[in-house]
Nanobody, 118 residues
Framework: QVQIVESGGGLVQPGGSLNLSCVTS????????MSWYRQLPGEEERDFVG?????????NYARSVKGRFTISRDNTKNTVYLQMNSLKPEDTAVYYC??????????WGQGTQVIVSS
């Protein structure tokens, strides 16, 4: 049974930082592409934030977060992280962790809320 659990969200002031975690189980983490998405307030779609492939050798980011956010993964803990720095009010969203496993199946967590406000 696949489980994906995000944590680390919360309220932070503009310019601050948060580190999100995504703990997984039930699939081969080392072969999975791991990504973060976010759903902005009032939006139905989830926007791509960033991803890590090839056991961490490759990462890519949305233009809006590049240089501020960093994805990393610990294959010994089946966990992926999203370090978010220089946060802006427009980063306010529910952040979701996505795993695309070796069979190209997508699995999602329940999301964690991030609010950037003074």
């Amino acid at each position: 049974q696949v489980q994906i659990v995000e944590s680390g969200g919360g309220l932070v002031q503009p310019g601050g930082s948060l580190n999100l975690s995504c703990v997984t189980s039930g699939f081969d983490f080392t072969k999975a592409a791991m990504s973060w998405y976010r759903q902005l307030p009032g939006e139905e779609e989830r926007d791509f934030v960033g991803s890590t492939f090839h056991a961490g050798a490759t990462t890519n980011y949305a233009r809006s977060v590049k240089g501020r956010f960093t994805i990393s993964r610990d294959n010994t803990k089946n966990t992926v992280y999203l370090q978010m720095n220089s946060l802006k009010p427009e980063d306010t969203a529910v952040y979701y962790c996505n795993a695309r496993d070796a069979r190209d199946l997508d699995h999602w967590g329940q999301g964690t809320q991030v609010i950037v406000s003074s």
